[in-house]
């Protein structure tokens, strides 16, 4: 197994990238990367901008699969959305689940691929640097696909990090797994706009947002 730097924080190269990150490890100091915690108001508002575009205008039901701490859960309650976090990580939840204390909010413990949500279904399923490490993603996105309503969105932030020996899910891939399943999609490129990272960029980073 081959240890690869990720960012802020260091992966397995196996056949389930993710698989060996201890996240509840990595809870603790997760909010100190700028997108992360989005602690800096010129990051804060980069990722504040892009959620209004994405999300509906109208309050909605939002699924947020592999939330981490709940930063971009926090985005879109602060736009009127009841939200659902869903992560593995015990220390994950419960920073979530402080950082939206008071409000219309709820965090599970659960796998992002198979969200226990049971017969609940949402407007949008919100997932952000999370699919890539997933086994099997196209049989994920097929599962999230159908825990949508009728016209809901998929809004997919992923990115191939690295420029030596890159990891992650490229753009053009991650639409052909998505395209079938929807009405429509775009890519939107995310590297450009160092605002997002608190720094310049040169890797591959975008969001897909679909629409059922
Ligand atoms: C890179 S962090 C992203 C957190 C959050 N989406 C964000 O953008 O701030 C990856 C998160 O996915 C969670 N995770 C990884 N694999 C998971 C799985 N199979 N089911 C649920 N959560 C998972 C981790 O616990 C961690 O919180």
Redesign the pocket.
């Known amino acids: 197994m081959v240890a690869v730097t990720l960012g802020p924080?260091t992966h397995h190269t196996d056949t389930n990238p993710?698989a060996g990150?201890d996240?509840d490890a990595?809870?603790v100091t997760?909010d100190d990367e700028p997108d992360?915690g989005l602690r800096d108001p010129v990051v804060r508002e980069a990722w504040a901008a892009r959620m209004a575009a994405w999300l509906p205008r109208q309050a909605s039901d939002v699924l947020?699969?592999?939330?981490?701490?709940g930063?971009?859960s926090l985005l879109a309650s602060e736009r009127g959305h009841r939200v659902t976090g869903?992560?593995?990580?015990r220390r994950?939840v419960e920073l979530a689940r402080a950082k939206l204390a008071g409000r219309d909010a709820v965090f599970l413990l659960?796998?992002?691929?198979a969200p226990p949500v049971g017969e609940e279904r949402f407007d949008v399923l919100i997932?952000?640097?999370?699919l890539w490490?997933?086994p099997e993603p196209g049989r994920v996105l097929r599962h999230w696909r159908g825990l949508l309503r009728p016209g809901g969105r998929l809004v997919l932030?992923e990115g191939r990090w690295g420029t030596l020996s890159p990891v992650g899910l490229p753009a053009e891939r991650l639409a052909a797994l998505v395209e079938p399943l929807v009405a429509g999609l775009t890519v939107e490129p995310l590297s450009g706009d160092a605002r997002l990272w608190g720094r310049e960029v040169d890797d591959e980073r975008y969001a897909v947002v679909a629409t059922a």
């Open positions: 924080m993710g990150v996240w990595e809870s997760f992360h947020d699969v592999g939330c981490g701490t930063s971009l869903v992560d593995a990580s994950m659960g796998d992002a691929a997932c952000r640097h999370v490490a997933l932030v």
